[in-house]
């Protein structure tokens, strides 16, 4: 049989994988996927990378979903170790970093993203880590236990990764100090909630210092990161994990003619078609998504996305019609066992695109107050002052604060007045709840204060 | 200063007390409340009995959110062990118990439910109880610890409090068997699901007999309950726990000429406002509620519609304007470790209602499947066949099972399909779901079984 047809999926994790799998299953032998991955592993969860590197998960086949081997047999032609050097669209071929011209009918461009390296005195010394791929952790692992064992780290930000990161840190045994140039970690949260995020870290043993610009880094004589010159001094880093944030790795999209939005991300339409590019997909970390709620182009690189949009871009190369419904920003994650989650607009988020809200923040229980085990959480809800919509909630606590976030999601993803959001039909049994949900209860501390 | 107008409320539980203390709280001296309770306790969780009985929780006053005293420090004038006989609407008098008349200006009726007897013989012997008020938590409780400490327990009925009944049994070390007429206990689930709870409680100990009736009880001399005479043979028991749901107790409101439904609920307005009486207000367990999916009356006693309707119609008794937006049949518990959960309809509910549903049925992990401490979870989901929305989900499964349903009642709250449910922005994070959550696991399946 020869195949009608060729896709060339440049990426080989969440978006590009999900889209060869996707369309494969489809089309069948009409349909020759070829897809170049520049790492070693396929199908990878980037996400539990702070996990495995802190020795709560075995190996790191534990962190591939399909190897490399598993795509082969269903038929997918995956190539390791290679990158796409040049897209020409015109002519429709890729050039490879392995020197091959590989010609394609259709394209699937799915490179994700890369940490941001600051361009600071020192930064290529040894030992400076982003913690983006599974290659970026096996480096982390293998100083961890090289000849020459690290007792000091220092995580440059304090988003997602960079909390995680510093936890991983802290669990494997080393002095960790993670800086910030914001008033606290976890700006994504309003300042009360993240000022919890900061006690529990520090309640771990990191230092966490805020407010804090990184100058310069030290290296000892054989090239090493031994030091990290901040506004609060000089701090011993063994190790250093740079974790601000990440960039799309657009640039051999944007050189072929492809159209980016103002983050470096990939634009495509709903489809994940690429603007004006028939047969050119994108998806993942290296687009740009629709935020519902800001009507706007965002960058937000979450696996979750890159599944959703990789499958999308999957039954488009199939001829299926299928369109990704944009995000809200929701997000979550866990510093020990204190559980950190948040959707849609902060206040400030809702200051900073002009939308004049109202917002409450209440203190309840996980579970019914005399029901053993109950512990306290803290929730902050926001509303449009005007029309009393739910915009945005984020919720700081244990047991239970991770899954409530999903309410709120849903909550936006359909409008939904704070109002009506208290009257809603939400589960409630005394081990679970108290009898007006904590989301129901910040929703009328704000409906109060809207009054 | 002398109030001029008087609200009278019949029943001093959530209903009734979330009225009193929102009209009371609003209209302060201006309105004078009186609230006959006819048992010993104000404000109680009656969720919670089972978990006491069960020895979770330390005392009956934990169970109680606000005391007689402290309804009295607010204002409210509360008779205990006082019962309303009768309800004079023309002239505005509530007869009591007590023999004294009161009169009202308005009348808030919250006299709940209570626990179905079945006419059967023997059915009056004595340690056969429901389990609805705290004082019947207090005669268990009694019975447990009394001179004839009892061995063996039989629960007849296995929906919520009887599988929590017999739990709470089983943990108090009596030799346990829960009787159900259906195929399985906890019938709001479909088969599938139930027999996961079925399974749970045979493992915790209790002797699960399904489709078995019960004929007839006997006593020993004294005229204790000694045993069960079901369609399985004689069961001993020391106690007997009914379980076979709960009635409206509406009689002394029907009687006073107002409008009951089918099952024996009072109609109310969304106001809650008795229909087609000004200023005569119900909520709680004593009325019907608005099935959302169904589009009809259903009798639904759960403590959270209780105290939305009561604060609903406290809102109106002010003169404040707000409605109660109806049910969707959310509901959670738990046996042992395994949490159950259900919003919307099942299939069977579909079935009954004439609507052409197409359903799935996955397994999946409650974390990442790689991460520490990933169990197995199952999600049934069911949809409309033509329109595709999502028209209801059951989970069952161990940490984050029960939480989640909240998800799917919020997209049956408003109208979801499943192919939108699968691509909504829920929060994903390794230790709390995997990648493509279970519900958009679920719903995943629901769609392709559309197609």
Known sequence: VTASERLVVIGGDAAGMSAASTAKKLRGDALDVVALERGDWTSY????????????????????????????????????????????????????????????????????????????????????????????????????????????????????????????????????????????????????????????????????????GVHEFLADDSGAVRAVVTDSGELPADVVVLALGVRPRSEVARQAGLRVGISGGLRTSA????????????????????????QKWVHVPLGTHANKQGRIAGLGIAGERARFQGVLGTAVTKVCDLEIARTGLSEADAAAEGIEVVAATIETTTRAGYYPGATTMTVKMVADRRTRRMLGAQIVGREGAAHRIDTCAMALWNPTTVDELVLTDLAYAPPFSSVWDPVQVAARAVAAALD
């Open 271 to 294: 489809d994940m078609s690429c603007d004006g590019h028939v047969g050119i997909w994108a998806a993942g970390d290296v687009v740009e998504s629709w935020d519902r709620l800001r």
């Open 45 to 212: 969860s980037a996400c539990g990378i702070p996990y495995w590197v802190a020795g709560d998960i075995g190996s790191v086949h534990d962190l591939v979903a399909r190897s490399a081997h598993e795509h082969r047999d269903m038929g997918i032609g995956v190539r390791l170790r290679t990158e796409a050097v040049e897209i020409d669209l015109d002519s429709g071929h890729v050039q490879t970093s392995a020197g091959e011209r590989i010609g394609f009918d259709q394209l699937m461009i799915a490179t994700g993203a890369e940490p941001i390296r600051p361009d600071l005195p020192g930064i290529d010394a040894e030992g400076i880590l982003g913690i983006q791929t599974l290659g970026d952790g096996e480096r982390f692992l293998a100083q961890l236990t090289g000849r020459r064992k690290p007792r000091s780290a220092v995580v440059v930000g304090g988003g997602y990764i960079g909390v995680e990161m510093a936890e991983a840190c802290v669990r494997r045994g080393l002095r960790t100090t993670l800086v910030d140039m914001a008033v606290q970690p976890m700006r994504s949260l309003d300042p009360e909630l993240g000022a919890q995020v900061a006690d529990a870290m520090r309640g771990m043993g990191i230092d966490v210092r805020t407010q804090v």
